[in-house]
C-alpha cells in the first residue's frame, strides 16, 4: 500500500546546481553565477578598500552555454554563487527530425540535447553524415545540458 504513495522510478541525491564561496576566492577560468546564468570567469579585479567600505571584486564571465558576456561587482567578503560544472562525453548514435541528439551514455540512451546551431551543429552533422556515429562532449550546469565539442568515434570505441 504505501509502495503505491511514491514514485522510487527516479532518484536524486539531492546535490544542488550550485553553492556558495566567498567572492574573493573566485579565480581567473574558475566559474560563477552572474545574473542567474553559469558563467565562466575570464576577468577579473579587485579594488583597494576605501572610506567606503569593503574591498570589490569586479569580474567579468561568459556565458558557458551562449558565450554572452556578464559583468557584476561585490564585496570581497560577500558569498556567490559557483555552478557544479561537469563535463561528459557521449556517442552520437542518431540525430532526429526535430534536430535532438540520440545519444548512448554508459548502455543508456538520453534524448533530449539538442544539436547545437552555428558551425559546431555544421561540424557534428558533418562527422556524423561520414561515419555514422561521433563523439560528442557534453556539458551540464544548473540543470541545462549542450553539446560543446565533436570528434569522430575512434573505430574500436563502438564495438567490444
Given at each position: 500500500m504505501e509502495s503505491e504513495l511514491f514514485d522510487y522510478e527516479h532518484a536524486s541525491s539531492g546535490a544542488a546546481s550550485?553553492?556558495?564561496a566567498q567572492c574573493s576566492s573566485l579565480k581567473k577560468g574558475g566559474y560563477v553565477i552572474i545574473k542567474k546564468r553559469p558563467c565562466k570567469v575570464v576577468e577579473l579585479s579587485?579594488?583597494?578598500p576605501g572610506?567606503?567600505?569593503h574591498?570589490?571584486?569586479n569580474y567579468v564571465g561568459l556565458d558557458v552555454f551562449t558565450g554572452r558576456k556578464y559583468t557584476d561587482c561585490a564585496p570581497s567578503s560577500s558569498n556567490v554563487h559557483v555552478p557544479n560544472?561537469?563535463?561528459g562525453n557521449a556517442q552520437l548514435i542518431g540525430i532526429g527530425e526535430d534536430d535532438f541528439a540520440h545519444l548512448l551514455i554508459s548502455g543508456r540512451t538520453k534524448d533530449d540535447i539538442?544539436?547545437?546551431d552555428g558551425s559546431l551543429g555544421d561540424d557534428v552533422r558533418a562527422i556524423f553524415d561520414q561515419d555514422g556515429e561521433?563523439?560528442?562532449t557534453i556539458l551540464s550546469a544548473c540543470d541545462?545540458?549542450?553539446i560543446v565539442a565533436v570528434k569522430a568515434c575512434p573505430p574500436s570505441y563502438g564495438s567490444g
Open positions: 550550485f553553492y556558495p579587485t579594488s583597494k572610506k567606503h567600505g574591498a570589490k571584486v560544472v561537469k563535463k539538442r544539436v547545437p561521433a563523439l560528442v541545462e545540458e549542450a
